[in-house]
């Protein structure tokens, strides 16, 4: 069965150091890759996807992520972190029938100053 | 600013009462999702339509339901509530196939005591 793994439950990140966030897929052809961030009491914000082509892809809020396929991942990054940053986040496949996204359990990020 | 709203954010309410979740979205999309969220576990799909009078059950088996009337609205229905329904739920909305995403409303709260 398709499942995403976010191998860190909880991160704590220095306000302007780098952040990676890891999220692991398995899925057998070229997959569409997400990630969401949830702040306190909201929905999910779609911070970048991919589908093909470039395996870096540029997102919101100063975020990239790069999918490499050799290691099935697609790992979320930000070379400055700012407070605003702390959330959770979500990576997300959309499942082989089509029909829905299956979601990883998701990192928080916290920002200490 | 939300295209896509969730009534109520918050609901507290006794065993065995009815519960109607309203979720509606101003962008057109024919595609809609009921996603279960408990807190440190991944979003789980409940229930997903592809456009009027199309509903199907997702991976999480639910005691809910839901129906699709209306291109905009996408209700989610628990005849009696229990305990073991507490949880958040989130509504979504997506223009077309995977790559576009999903557009999240900002959730509903829901306790049962």
């Known amino acids: 069965a398709q499942s995403v793994t976010q191998p860190d439950i909880h991160i704590t990140v220095s306000e302007g150091a780098s952040l990676e966030l890891r999220c692991n897929y398995s899925?057998?052809?070229?997959?569409?890759l997400f990630w969401y961030v949830q702040s306190p009491g909201q929905g999910l914000q779609l911070l970048l996807k991919?589908?093909?082509?470039?395996?870096l892809v540029q997102g919101i809020k100063g975020f990239e992520a790069e999918f490499k396929r050799s290691q099935s991942s697609f790992n979320l990054r930000k070379p400055s972190v700012h407070w605003s940053d702390a959330a959770e986040y979500f990576c997300a496949v959309e499942n082989q029938a089509g029909t829905a996204l299956i979601f990883g359990k998701g990192t928080t990020l916290s920002v200490s100053s | 600013e939300a295209d896509i709203y969730q009534t109520p954010r918050y609901l507290v309410i006794g065993t065995g009462k009815k519960i109607t979740l309203e979720c509606s979205q101003t962008m057109g999309h024919d595609k809609m999702y009921w996603y279960q969220q408990d807190p440190g576990m991944e979003l789980h799909l409940i229930h997903y339509s592809y456009g009027v009078n199309s509903t199907e059950k997702g991976d999480l088996s639910s005691e809910s339901t839901v129906s699709r009337i209306r291109t905009e609205h996408f209700p989610l229905t628990l005849e009696s509530a229990r305990p073991s329904h507490t949880s958040q739920y989130l509504c979504?909305?997506?223009?077309?196939?995977?790559?576009?995403?999903?557009?999240f409303g900002s959730g509903t709260r829901l306790t049962v005591v």
């Open positions: 899925y057998g052809a070229t997959p569409y």
């Open positions: 979504a909305s997506s223009e077309g196939p995977g790559d576009y995403g999903y557009t």
């Open positions: 991919y589908f093909s082509g470039d395996t």
